[in-house]
Nanobody, 125 residues
Framework: QVQLVESGGGSVQAGGSLRLSCTAS????????VGWFRQAPGKEREFVAA??????????DYADSVKGRFTISRDNAKNTVYLQMNSLKPEDTAVYYC????????????????WGQGTQVTVSS
């Protein structure tokens, strides 16, 4: 029984930074994937970043729109995945969701089994 809880959303100026956190509980198997998705009003849910954990190591995947600006990482001791967002742009404004699944398919939102409640990120010009 997996539960995901997000935190860290807020409102920032363009060019600013924000760090989102996703704490997962109940995960006892590998491989597994934790991903970040976002959804703006009137738009489809969009893949942002993911980390795939194999036990011996992890792989990371980023959408082209956030490469070089966002960094996904994991603190194993705290069972928490972070999304560090730098150089934020107004187009980054969206509700951000943390999602989890067994396996290693990272980009398709339909493949994820568990979802957090979402956290709002607003970037002003």
């Amino acid at each position: 029984q997996v539960q995901l809880v997000e935190s860290g959303g807020g409102s920032v100026q363009a060019g600013g930074s924000l760090r989102l956190s996703c704490t997962a509980s109940g995960w006892t198997f590998t491989p597994y994937t934790v991903g970040w998705f976002r959804q703006a009003p009137g738009k489809e849910r969009e893949f942002v970043a993911a980390i795939i954990w194999y036990g011996y190591g992890a792989n990371k995947d980023y959408a082209d729109s956030v490469k070089g600006r966002f960094t996904i990482s994991r603190d194993n001791a705290k069972n928490t995945v972070y999304l560090q967002m730098n150089s934020l742009k107004p187009e980054d404004t969206a509700v951000y969701y943390c999602a989890g699944r067994t396996g290693s398919n990272s980009r398709s939102h339909a493949s994820y089994e568990y979802w957090g409640q979402g956290t709002q990120v607003t970037v002003s010009s």
